[in-house]
């Protein structure tokens, strides 16, 4: 679909502005694609370290289906405070499902991140609004990515995203009758 898209657009750039307009603006895309790749792989990278340094049992226990509004408090306190932009968040929260977490956690890892960062609120939105209006949104959002979480565990929501199936626990590999 989305290269169905990209092909349609560059036909009709083609041919409504010219082969130079599209090839300038391929050249400017593959640049970008460029910048990007190297970030999309570092989000990769530390995702995937992540999931060698905390183990399944752990990140099911703190932001697993069983963890409660605690679980979601944790992931979304995780997500508010971590630096880093989206090609590290997205690929860092697939790691997190694909490791235990539930898709509640997960929706409110993203959306603290999204709403409440903090990171993103000193650096950009202090200069141009002040500590008074950050504050205020602050404040405001701080309870949102929760209840999103809260709504993402939703058991009607089970059609649109099934939930994960569970791991067999380790040590047990068909010893069961020895």
Do not use: H, Q
């Not at 990007?36 to 183990?55: D, E, S």
């Amino acid at each position: 679909m989305v290269a169905g898209l990209s092909f349609g657009a560059a036909g009709y750039v083609f041919a409504t502005e010219g082969g130079s307009v599209a090839l300038r603006i391929l050249a400017e895309d593959l640049w970008l694609f460029a910048a990007i790749l190297p970030k999309v792989a570092l989000g990769c990278l530390i995702g995937a370290l992540i999931r060698l340094l905390i183990a399944r049992e752990t990140i099911e226990r703190f932001v697993g289906e069983g963890s409660g509004l605690l679980g979601l408090g944790l992931a979304a306190l995780i997500g508010m405070l971590f630096p880093a932009g989206p090609f590290t968040i997205f690929p860092l929260a697939a790691v997190l499902l694909t490791s235990g977490a539930d898709r509640g956690a997960a929706i409110a890892f993203i959306s603290a991140w999204l709403l409440v960062g903090i990171n993103r609120a000193i650096i950009w939105e202090m200069p141009f609004f002040g500590p008074d209006f950050v504050l205020f949104r602050f404040l405001i959002s701080l309870p949102l990515p929760v209840l999103l979480g809260l709504l993402a565990r939703a058991p009607v929501l089970d059609r649109i995203a099934p939930r994960t199936a569970k791991a067999p626990p380790a040590g047990n590999g068909g010893e069961a009758g020895s």
